[in-house]
């Protein structure tokens, strides 16, 4: 996205926070694209003859996104951070009512270098990676937030820093520090099993 097309994206959550009626109708068109990039993303990692489609992934998350009237929107990465928890937990969600149950039930333990190479391949490692991302927010909050913009809506360092008010030094730290605590929470899940 170039950065006159980020900064209008900014300006119009401005606007949309403020109670513009029209800014949401303008911000949708510039949103839309990456948006389904990101849903197109998340699809091609899940199984074969998965019943969700890109579309009704977006439809939903968007559906979310406009019910967030909590929400106060600061810029274009914060919002598509939240766009990218919103999809996970919408395909975490499905997932769980195909009948994959918490620990077992068929689930496969991946590890987090898997999960990132394959994506979630399968329901199963999707809801193995998100246990493993609700442990890390209960440790941690900021480092789940990082690891879902990086690994989820694939925002760059500094767009993550500039959406969570850090330095990039900081993000890259806590990036490293929850690959490490993820990895050896998949590992000790699977040894458990």
Not at 23 to 51: C, D, F, K, N, W
Not at 64 to 77: E, F, H, P, T
Not at 126 to 142: G, T
Request: proline letters at 1%; a neutral charge.
């Amino acid at each position: 996205m170039q950065n006159t097309q980020t900064h209008e994206v900014t300006q119009l959550l401005l606007a949309w926070n403020a109670g513009e009626g029209t800014a949401l109708e303008r911000l949708i068109p510039l949103v839309y694209e990456e948006l389904r990039r990101m849903a197109r993303r998340y699809m091609r990692q899940e199984r074969v003859g998965h019943t969700l489609q890109a579309t009704a992934l977006i439809n939903e998350a968007y559906v979310r996104l406009i019910d967030a009237q909590a929400v106060q929107w600061q810029n274009r990465a914060q919002f598509f951070g939240i766009a990218a928890q919103l999809m996970r937990r919408i395909l975490v969600d499905f997932a769980r009512e195909r009948g994959y149950q918490k620990r077992g039930g068929g689930a496969q333990q991946v590890s987090l270098e898997e999960a990132m190479v394959l994506g979630a391949g399968q329901d199963e490692n999707f809801v193995a990676l998100d246990e493993a991302l609700s442990a890390l927010a209960k440790l941690d909050e900021r480092k789940c937030r990082i690891v879902e913009m990086r690994f989820f809506a694939r925002l760059t360092e500094e767009e993550i820093a500039g959406a969570l008010g850090l330095s990039e030094k900081t993000v890259r730290r806590d990036w490293r520090f929850a690959k490490t605590w993820l990895r050896r929470y998949l590992t000790e899940e699977a040894a458990s099993e």
